[in-house]
């Protein structure tokens, strides 16, 4: 996960040039400004700045004697402290079944979410809010079949999550590390279970089996509390979560920041 801070700056150029919008960045990390115009600097937390050039990159190619200029930096403008959102994901899946009633459901529906958590639990992820519903469906050349409809979330904070984090400052980076590897190994458990069903089964073909092309699998994001995303005000960053700004506020792992015109600070996760 990372984490972000925004400097608003602004670079005036006393040289009677014309305005221009944007900057200009170099594979060595230096930042060029363009004449009249606000420089928006995306800083990675705990990591060191960009070199920030007080010239534009027409300029820095020539030699200059003496040059005028004036950097208006944090001092006159809001700092505002960025992260990447936290990841989990929502799955389902379907198998089917002989019938709507009796045990053998429940039965299947406990092992599997027993299975698929011990595949993950080293990686600090566990599977929460699962659910399954019977329904009939109606398949062409089949008639009606009997199938389970399961729905479970794969989530990066079970007990003891803290300690995969070890030394890191951005635990974001190893939580969202641990749960793209979940979603990977819970992705090929099922397509093993497809595999298995055309080859290993021949003319026996269990009653309760895996549904291929059924996995299916959706991101979730959350922000921490305190953040939110806010893709009309930060549009060249719209997928991270922006500390609130005073009058917001965001108390849980929502993804937007609520109003609370007695808030006066930023990052409030509260409403007082």
């Given at each position: 996960?990372?984490?972000?801070?925004?400097?608003?700056?602004?670079?005036?150029?006393?040289?009677g040039?014309?305005?221009?919008?944007?900057?200009?960045?170099?594979?060595?990390?230096f930042?060029?400004g363009?004449?009249?115009?606000p420089v928006?600097?995306?800083?990675?937390?705990?990591?060191n700045?960009?070199?920030?050039?007080?010239?534009?990159?027409?300029?820095?190619?020539?030699?200059?004697?003496?040059?005028?200029?004036?950097w208006?930096?944090?001092?006159?403008?809001?700092?505002?402290?960025?992260?990447?959102?936290?990841?989990?994901?929502?799955m389902?899946?379907r198998?089917?079944?002989?019938?709507?009633?009796?045990?053998?459901?429940?039965?299947?529906?406990r092992?599997?979410?027993?299975?698929?958590?011990?595949?993950?639990?080293?990686?600090?992820?566990?599977?929460?809010?699962?659910?399954?519903?019977?329904?009939?469906?109606?398949?062409?050349?089949?008639?009606?079949?009997?199938?389970?409809?399961?729905?479970?979330?794969?989530?990066?904070?079970?007990?003891?999550?803290?300690?995969?984090?070890?030394?890191?400052?951005?635990?974001?980076?190893?939580?969202?590390?641990?749960i793209?590897?979940?979603?990977?190994?819970?992705?090929?458990?099922?397509?093993?279970?497809?595999?298995?069903?055309?080859?290993d089964?021949?003319?026996?073909?269990?009653a309760?089996?895996?549904?291929?092309?059924?996995?299916?699998?959706?991101?979730?994001?959350s922000?921490?509390?305190?953040?939110?995303?806010?893709?009309?005000?930060?549009?060249?960053c719209?997928?991270?979560c922006?500390?609130?700004?005073?009058?917001?506020?965001?108390?849980?792992?929502?993804?937007?920041?609520?109003?609370?015109?007695?808030?006066?600070?930023?990052?409030?996760k509260?409403?007082?």
């Amino acid at each position: 996960m990372r984490a972000w801070v925004l400097l608003s700056a602004v670079l005036w150029y006393l040289t009677g040039v014309g305005w221009q919008r944007s900057s200009e960045r170099t594979g060595k990390g230096f930042i060029y400004g363009r004449p009249g115009h606000p420089v928006k600097i995306y800083v990675k937390l705990h990591h060191n700045s960009p070199i920030l050039a007080c010239m534009d990159f027409r300029r820095a190619k020539k030699e200059t004697v003496d040059p005028t200029y004036l950097w208006i930096g944090p001092n006159e403008k809001p700092l505002t402290a960025y992260r990447e959102p936290d990841y989990s994901y929502q799955m389902a899946v379907r198998f089917t079944t002989k019938s709507c009633e009796g045990r053998y459901n429940d039965l299947l529906f406990r092992v599997l979410k027993k299975i698929l958590d011990n595949l993950i639990s080293d990686l600090s992820c566990h599977i929460i809010e699962p659910s399954y519903k019977c329904h009939f469906v109606k398949i062409p050349k089949h008639g009606l079949l009997h199938e389970l409809f399961i729905a479970f979330q794969v989530n990066p904070f079970a007990p003891g999550w803290k300690g995969a984090c070890k030394d890191s400052v951005d635990c974001e980076d190893t939580t969202n590390h641990n749960i793209l590897q979940a979603r990977d190994r819970i992705e090929e458990f099922f397509r093993s279970q497809a595999y298995i069903y055309y080859h290993d089964f021949n003319k026996t073909i269990p009653a309760m089996h895996f549904v291929d092309h059924s996995f299916q699998v959706v991101r979730l994001d959350s922000c921490r509390p305190g953040f939110g995303k806010n893709d009309g005000l930060h549009s060249n960053c719209a997928s991270c979560c922006v500390v609130c700004s005073p009058g917001t506020f965001s108390p849980d792992v929502d993804v937007t920041c609520q109003n609370c015109v007695s808030v006066r600070i930023y990052g409030a996760k509260s409403c007082a």
